[in-house]
């Protein structure tokens, strides 16, 4: 009966100590290989869940860059996207993981180099880009501690 407590606790101990273990290291894992693969990840999961989102912005920028004016219906459509794009941007687990990885890293750049290099893989036009970087709603995306 006395080695079960004995048992327990080293079970415990074994438990406990690769909790400790698992605490990246910066120095050693911020490698641009290793920042590379979990910044595409991450961008990837935020280009799933925008997609439909991502699609009506480019319909509508399409549209101004050939000078039309969009439709009541179509402003509605974006008004939808780009408050579906804020939430998802504000608290969505890739833009989280961004996050998480450029505080590790000590990179504050990361997440807006993320963020910019999605929005040109989706083809949104250069102006577009500029536009949405220099919205207040964007930079307090950037900002590490929000």
């Not at 290989?33 to 509508?60: F, N, Y």
């Amino acid at each position: 009966m006395k080695e079960t407590p004995t048992f327990l606790m080293f079970i415990l101990m074994g438990v406990l100590s690769t909790g400790c273990a698992t605490t990246p290291n910066p120095e050693k894992i911020c490698t641009s290989e290793w920042i590379g693969q979990r910044a595409d990840k991450a961008v990837s999961r935020i280009e799933s869940r925008t997609r439909s989102s991502m699609k009506t912005l480019t319909k509508a920028a399409e549209s101004w860059s050939k000078g039309k004016q969009p439709g009541i219906f179509q402003m509605m459509a974006l008004n939808n996207s780009l408050t579906s794009l804020e939430k998802e941007l504000k608290s969505g687990t890739g833009i989280r993981d961004l996050k998480t990885l450029s505080k590790t890293c000590n990179d504050p750049a990361l997440v807006g180099k993320a963020m910019n290099g999605f929005m040109r893989d989706q083809g949104l036009p250069t102006n577009l880009i500029q536009f949405v970087e220099r919205l207040e709603v964007y930079q307090d995306l950037l900002r590490p501690d929000t």
